[in-house]
Structure formats: structure tokens, C-alpha cells
């Protein structure tokens, strides 16, 4: 369970992070296709990668996340 947290944070922290410097680069204007190819598909993809390849470990990740939500610890 501590795995899941650690991974889910750092996807969170990298697409924030990269959001900033998006915007640092120009804060008059948001670029969102910088954001989604530098930001939100590189912090998908190891997801995608563990779905294609290895699907029984991706629906017991998927499960921990779920059991992650329900919990009121």
C-alpha cells in the first residue's frame, strides 16, 4: 500500500512540476500541448506499459488504489 502512495505521488508531483515550468516559460499564456506531452504522457505511461504487459499486476494495482479510496484510515 505505501508502494501505491509513492508511486501515485510522484505522477502527481511530475505533471505539477511540469505545469509550473509551462508556465514559468511563458506566464502570460499557458501552453497545453507542452503540458500533455512533457507532463501527462510521461507520468501515464509506465500505467500503459503495466497494462499491456504484465495486466494481472495492473488490476491488483488498480485494486490497492480502489482499496486506498475505501479505506477510512
Do not use: H
Not at 504487459?53 to 475505501?70: E, G, Q, S, T
Amino acid at each position: 500500500m505505501k508502494k501505491v502512495k509513492i508511486i501515485l505521488t510522484l505522477s502527481l508531483v511530475w505533471i505539477i512540476f511540469i505545469g509550473y515550468l509551462t508556465w514559468y516559460n511563458k506566464p502570460n499564456t499557458f501552453q497545453w500541448d507542452e503540458w500533455f506531452w512533457f507532463g501527462i504522457t510521461p507520468a501515464l505511461a509506465p500505467y500503459l506499459f503495466l497494462l499491456i504487459w504484465k495486466p494481472d499486476v495492473f488490476a491488483k494495482y488498480v485494486r490497492c488504489i480502489k482499496d486506498l479510496f475505501n479505506s477510512n484510515t
